[in-house]
């Protein structure tokens, strides 16, 4: 049914053939036929309808705000990591060098 109403919509230059294709689109993009998707985003980015070309370049700005956030918080996961491994770096310097003086001392008594 989806696809029949999916092809009767974007037949039109209508806003509702617009928002169609472009749940089309994402659908596409949601199944991993992103060169498909890709297509369609940018005939909806052309659409006769200010409207849905505004809908269309938000959704995109959301997306790439989205992906951002995404590598960000990676990102920081990262530096977290690295900050815990350098902290256990240091206490077993720091263990190493107890035992170290332990010896030594150990030694001199």
Do not use: P
Request: hydrophobic letters at 65%; a positive charge; proline letters at 0%.
């Amino acid at each position: 049914m989806f696809t029949c109403i999916v092809c009767i919509c974007t037949c039109t230059q209508t806003q509702v053939g617009g928002y169609v294709t472009l749940q089309k689109a994402l659908i596409l993009d949601t199944l991993g036929d992103r060169d498909n998707a890709q297509k369609l985003y940018k005939q909806v980015r052309g659409h006769a309808v200010s409207q849905v070309r505004l809908f269309c370049r938000l959704l995109l700005v959301l997306v790439l705000v989205l992906v951002l956030v995404l590598v960000l918080v990676l990102v920081l996961v990262l530096v977290l990591v690295l900050v815990l491994v350098l902290v256990l770096v240091l206490v077993l310097v720091l263990v190493l060098v107890l035992v170290l003086v332990l010896v030594l001392v150990l030694q001199y008594k």
